[in-house]
């Protein structure tokens, strides 16, 4: 397999198999989880030494040099876990879509945990880097997947993969085994004004912190969305509750009419209110 023509590699022994032992004695010391996040395997950071310092590790900067050359920096750090409170299949998608910035990135995703088909391996779609972005975010259809030789890997503790974030990605649930613990550290060149931190070399760009987060846009599709949801709730909760729906309108011949128990100018504070109780 090769990083160019395949969309990720394999690297075995990474790290020392004892140093990987020691961060995911520190990983199991953290805070666990009451609760799983929108993405039910994301744990995000920030995190406390020696876990922070994972990124900076010299041969896994020597890996993703090797792919991007000397000056580098990092995009994201999380870990993608498979415990209690994560044990599904994740679908097929690629990560370009969920990323800002430029499309030179990739994780790589190092095994604290042993990693098998049982506890929730990574299946990798070989070759699929090369469509580039897809132009939206989600799961791909199976008939596409179908079509592209894939690859599971099984990894031992200190074993990585790095991926281009453009590839074709899933895995497979968890049913038996130890917590799947993996790294997700996205690197990226330093060219890149999204990048949150200059691990090797020098900047060759000012990075631009506005790039990340809601305040980037007045209005996207995302708020969009979120607006969307938020009248749908309105819309379910009236009807759960038998509220009529008040609001103005215009009959067949013009004429203004209202419909409805609650004027109209007063229907989102009423339902509002009602929602809250
Ligand atoms: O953790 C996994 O199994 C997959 C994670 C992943 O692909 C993602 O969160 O983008």
Redesign the pocket.
């Known amino acids: 397999m090769s990083f160019e023509r395949d969309g990720f590699q394999v690297f075995r022994s990474a790290v020392p198999s004892g140093v990987a032992a020691e961060w995911l004695r520190a990983y199991n010391a953290i805070p666990a989880r009451s609760k799983p996040d929108w993405?039910p395997?994301?744990i995000s950071g920030p995190f406390p030494e020696p876990l922070s310092n994972i990124p900076r590790y010299p041969t896994l900067l020597d890996i993703a040099g090797g792919v991007f050359g000397p000056d580098l920096a990092l995009y994201n750090f999380r870990f993608?876990?498979?415990d209690r409170h994560s044990r599904g299949a994740?679908f097929t998608?690629q990560?370009t879509g969920?990323h800002v910035g430029f499309q030179r990135k990739a994780s790589l995703f190092l095994a604290l945990s042993p990693v098998t088909r049982e506890n929730?391996a990574?299946t990798l779609y070989t070759g699929t880097h090369e469509y580039g972005y897809l132009g939206d975010a989600g799961e791909i259809n199976a008939h596409l997947t179908d079509e592209h030789p894939n690859v599971t890997p099984e990894l031992e503790p200190g074993d990585a993969i790095l991926m281009n974030s453009a590839l074709w990605?899933?895995?497979r649930e968890h049913t038996s085994g130890p917590d799947?613990v993996?790294t997700?550290i996205i690197y990226q060149p330093a060219n890149d004004p999204s990048g949150i931190e200059l691990l090797r070399g020098e900047w060759r760009c000012t990075p631009k912190a506005f790039l990340r987060g809601d305040a980037l846009f007045h209005r996207s599709r995302t708020s969009r969305l979120r607006e969307l949801q938020k009248s749908a709730d309105k819309w379910e909760f009236v009807r759960k509750h038998g509220l009529l729906w008040a609001d103005r309108d215009f009959s067949y011949d013009g004429s203004e009419c209202f419909y409805g128990r609650v004027a109209g100018d007063h229907a989102d504070a009423f339902i509002e209110e009602r929602m809250r109780k």
């Open positions: 993405n395997v994301n993608v876990v498979k994740i998608h990560d969920y929730g990574m990605h899933s895995s799947r993996l997700d």
